[in-house]
């Protein structure tokens, strides 16, 4: 069974924001944010199947390794340690999962250092996505946000490295420095066939979890930047606060939010749903578990609408999905980004490295499958790239217009299935 503790969690960035140890659901890497660490205890049966090894012929590995050992010509770049690193991250790449990695001691001594002081960077969620360095979504407020960073920004190059020579854990930390020092990335957007160059200045980034207002029109908007350990609450704050000013309706911002902490999740789907549940859990060798809301709802009948767009991942998915599943809320804006799978994070290896491997699936409430697919929004409305950088809010006027005219608007409509 998927415990809901704050050791299983779905946040889009351990290595863009942080490292998380334990089980969560991430398509990437956060470059800047923060996390805790919890060892999650290898066990024999999940670092070992005889029945598997058995098949294969391991005296190869030997001959290989003897033979590049007697044989290789540039001596001075025979290290066996490297070499033996290099086996184990090659049998996790094998798995072509680009949420599975293993880091020698050395790179987990590093991520844990990171998480012990500040951690600055440019406060950008990072992952692979189609075998390529991508950024899942710059964090609101944040230098990647300002620089003009967007969701699907593809990355070639770090400073002058080619990103495809990198795995996502090396990037990030190219990517992370002192605060005021500068990192150029060089990327690709769209169908575009010229090179972007960016540069950003790295930063102590600090974004505010939940933030809510009510419009003169009666509206309220509540935007939610991440899923860490107190957004539950702060939600739950939030709307209360809501609750005493009775809003005409709702807009739940989850754009740009990449993820976090599964429980938040529970919680705050809790605070909006009478009943039903919010997640499937798909688990090898275990039978699927189906999470259910829990605790008393704060506004479960207040019309409500959920905005979306390609930053938004994993936590963000399970919410806006268990939502959208009961029938809750419309989702408006553009496709979420897709991520379904599950991660656990084995820190207990006598040497210090570290395994993250990717253990189970997660579905909404009625069985679908998201992972690499994304929600689909039941009302599409584009964020044009002239909109975005004037400022200029097209999904969350289209959202407030159909709050208080009940009315869709007059824009392209989905026609994948949900």
């Known amino acids: 069974m998927i415990s809901t503790s704050k050791k299983f969690v779905i946040i889009l960035g351990v290595f863009t924001t942080g490292f998380i140890a334990g089980h969560f659901l991430t398509p990437g890497f956060v470059e ?21 090894v058995g098949d294969l012929n391991v005296p190869i590995f030997d001959q290989v390794w003897q033979t590049t050992m007697a044989k290789f010509v540039d001596v001075e770049k025979l290290n066996p340690q490297k070499m033996f690193y290099g086996a184990m991250k090659g049998v996790v ?20 250092d990171s998480l012990a002081g500040e951690l600055t960077g440019i406060g950008a969620e990072i992952g692979m996505r189609d075998q390529v360095l991508t950024i899942i979504s710059p964090l609101r407020g944040s230098p990647a946000e300002r620089a ?18 990198l795995t996502v854990f090396e990037a990030v930390s190219k990517i992370r420095g002192e605060i005021g020092t500068t990192v150029k990335l060089t990327i690709f957007r769209g169908e575009e066939l010229s090179p972007r160059e960016i540069t950003i200045t ?5 974004i505010a979890s939940v ?8 509206i309220a908007v509540v935007t939610v930047n991440t899923f860490a350990d107190n957004t539950a609450e ?6 209360s606060e809501l609750a005493l000013k009775n809003p005409k309706g709702i807009v739940l911002d989850l754009r740009y939010n990449g993820g976090g902490f599964l429980d938040a999740a529970i919680a705050m789907a809790s605070n909006l749903l009478a009943n039903g549940n919010v997640v499937q859990i798909h688990e090898r060798g275990k039978p699927d578990e189906t999470i259910p ?3 008393a709802p704060l506004l479960p009948t207040t019309p409500l609408v959920v905005l979306i767009n390609e930053g938004s991942a994993s936590a963000s998915e399970i919410l806006a999905g268990a939502l959208q599943d009961a029938g809750r809320a419309k989702l408006l804006g553009e496709k979420s980004f897709g991520k379904g799978t599950v991660q656990e994070l084995i820190s207990d ?5 570290t395994l993250r491997i990717t253990v189970a699936k997660w579905f909404t409430p009625k069985g679908r499958a998201i992972d690499g697919v994304g929600l689909d929004p039941d009302i599409v409305v584009k964020m044009p790239l002239e909109d975005y950088f004037s400022d200029r809010d097209p999904q969350l006027d289209a959202a407030v217009t159909f709050l208080k005219t009940g009315e869709t608007p007059k824009v392209e409509k989905s026609t994948e299935g949900n």
């Open 202 to 206: 790295r930063e102590l980034v600090e």
């Open 234 to 239: 702060e939600f739950a704050r939030a709307l």
């Open 32 to 52: 800047n944010a923060p996390a805790e660490i919890a060892a999650a205890p290898a066990s024999e049966s999940a670092l070992t199947n005889s029945a598997t």
């Open 211 to 218: 933030t809510s207002a009510v419009r003169d029109d009666g």
């Open 293 to 295: 809301v829990s605790g």
């Open 93 to 112: 790449a094998s798995l072509g999962d680009p949420h599975s990695e293993f880091l020698d001691p050395q790179e987990s001594a590093e991520f844990r």
């Open 349 to 353: 290896f006598a040497d210090g490295s």
């Open 148 to 165: 003009g960073l967007l969701p699907g920004d593809r990355i070639y190059k770090i400073d002058d490295k080619l990103a495809g020579e």
